[in-house]
């Protein structure tokens, strides 16, 4: 079964794979190294539940509505790796690939996404590999997101790993628009009859006006608590934050 499955997947596997025992061994191995990535998404995980508590309990309110966190299917793995021309070993799956392990947090409010980056980035056994702000420069389609790759120590019974995890932080309105449009990526490529250039626009569009929402959103927030600051401000802080770590 594994055989066939890595095969399918992964054809060039038969000339790094041997024999059965060999097989067995990387497969094997192979599941180690996604359970190592998957208790890092843990990791990750517990300590934007960490931070939620705390403001839970210090400001009587959750900057968190949801955290989900995933770790690449085979599938998708395998077809990233062979795009790239990588090969199909443990160093490509330990540090050739940045995204295996995945946390996505949604937020209500645009400052809150910059207020956890910053605190996650502030923590001394986190380490920033790199940032892409999607907000402050989306991409073609629409899309907005922050994105944070990290590095946190994981322990386990016999080692110590510093595990590489994807971190997406965005508004529940950005979520809504990307989720929608992850479906439809699929769909509108199926469907000759789909008129691409016009899916593409109207997304781009709705992009706008879900962003424009989030904006004004943020304005009543900040005129009913009377919060001093902005998003650009604290984008900034966390950037003078990442030159200073």
Known sequence: MADIELQSYYPDVTG???DTTHLFDAVVHFREIMMMYDCAAREIRTKFEVLNSDFSVR?????????????????SLF??????????????????IHDIAGVRVVCSFIDDIYRLARLI????????????????????NGYRSLHLIVQVPVFFADQTRDMT????????????WASLDHEL???????????????????AQSAEIIAETDRRMQEIRSEIYGENGSSSDLRK???????DL
Request: no cysteine; proline share 5%; charged share 40%.
């Open 121 to 140: 980035a502030g923590q001394d056994d986190i380490t920033i590999v790199e940032i892409k702000d999607y907000i402050q420069h989306p991409k073609p």
């Open 165 to 176: 995890v994807e971190v997406q932080i965005r508004t529940m309105a950005m979520d809504f």
């Open 16 to 18: 790094i794979i041997q």
């Open 237 to 243: 802080d966390l950037l003078k934050d990442l030159k």
């Open 59 to 75: 400001y009587n309110r959750n900057p968190i509505e949801v955290i989900k966190t995933r770790v690449k299917q085979p599938v």
């Open 185 to 203: 990526h699929y769909k509108k490529r199926a469907d000759r009859n789909v008129n691409l250039e016009d899916v593409e626009k109207k997304l």
């Open 79 to 96: 077809r990233k790796i062979k795009e790239r021309g990588l090969p199909l070993d443990e160093d490509t799956l330990m540090h050739g």
